[in-house]
């Protein structure tokens, strides 16, 4: 078994066309079948069902993709390692993030992470947290910034490093921008921007159990996969939204934010540095550890 046949395993198995397959790995399709033919040949088992229109991955071909994917990663890791005189200074790392990663902790921790590594390219991807989970699990990416908590079940393994809280977003001139502090039930009547449940499941879930806990069915007039949009909407006047406090640092002129009053105390909120650990690379746990000493440094009071 060589390393090129999987490569083209794992070629063929992601698009699911030969033909495709042949112009990514810049060949030819007959070298290409015949390579996977000799695989199969190998392994003893049948890793593609092939019809005329159709290229489908049997149950062995789908035990195998994971291990396939684990192989060439250890390998590149291999030679990134042996060829670095420092585990983690060179090569490139793919970070997924969220765009509440921008308020604070993203223009703390990069430039940082670039003086420390200036030999690791660093690659980026903006996202929602499902999305970004579905990169790590598949190894699009190498680390994220997400936010937790993460509602999905998944082999992921993550480290908080930035704690946070929900305040309201309200509207400039809005009539409760007199109170300091607001209630779920002074929002009992406003129309509400919820966070969508399938793209953002964790905040969703979050603002559902507040509400559920003081009583309250929220009047939910629009939804956002983002809390950038959420804010844009809030700004517009579309109406009131729970938001993590980091994004009331990023200052916007037609929003105004109050802290939230609630009966006890909030649930767990905040950022997370997350791996898949299956892909462990030495330039991710660097950015991983100067994650965790940033996040420590940083104050989670709202001006």
């Not at 993030?97 to 390219?121: C, D, H, I, Q, W």
């Not at 001139?173 to 009992?188: V, Y």
């Amino acid at each position: 078994m060589e390393l090129r046949q999987l490569r083209h395993f794992l070629e063929v198995a992601e698009t699911l066309n030969f033909r495709t397959a042949a112009e990514r790995l810049h060949m030819t399709q007959p070298p290409l079948s015949v390579s996977i033919r000799k695989l199969e040949e190998e392994v003893n088992a049948r890793l593609f069902e092939r019809t005329t229109h159709s290229v489908e991955l049997t149950a062995a071909g789908e035990a195998a993709l994971e291990h396939a994917r684990a192989a060439l990663f250890h390998c590149a890791e291999l030679a990134r390692v042996a060829g670095s005189t420092a585990a983690g200074a060179t090569g490139v790392l793919r970070v997924g993030f969220v765009g509440s990663a921008k308020n604070r902790l993203l223009p703390r921790l990069l430039p940082a992470f670039r003086e420390m590594y200036p030999g690791v390219t660093v690659q980026f991807t903006e996202e929602t947290n499902t999305a970004l989970v579905d990169f790590l699990e598949r190894h699009v990416l190498d680390i994220c910034i997400v936010r937790v908590p993460m509602i999905r079940r998944s082999d992921l393994q993550y480290v908080t490093v930035e704690a946070d809280r929900f305040v309201v977003a309200l509207p400039a001139g809005h009539r409760f921008t007199r109170q300091k502090r607001i209630t779920l039930r002074d929002l009992a009547d406003e129309p509400f921007i919820d966070y969508t449940a399938h793209a953002i499941p964790g905040l969703h879930a979050l603002c559902t159990m507040l509400f559920q806990e003081a009583g309250v069915t929220p009047r939910v007039a629009q939804e956002a996969v983002q809390v950038e949009t959420v804010l844009f909407l809030v700004e517009n006047a579309m109406g009131v939204a729970l938001v993590p406090s980091s994004a009331a640092r990023g200052r916007r002129q037609g929003v105004e934010f109050r802290e939230l009053d609630t009966a006890g105390p909030q649930p767990p909120l905040g950022l997370a540095v997350a791996w898949n650990p299956r892909y462990r690379s030495q330039s991710g746990q660097r950015f991983r550890e100067l994650a965790q000493r940033i996040g420590e440094t940083m104050s989670e009071r709202v001006d």
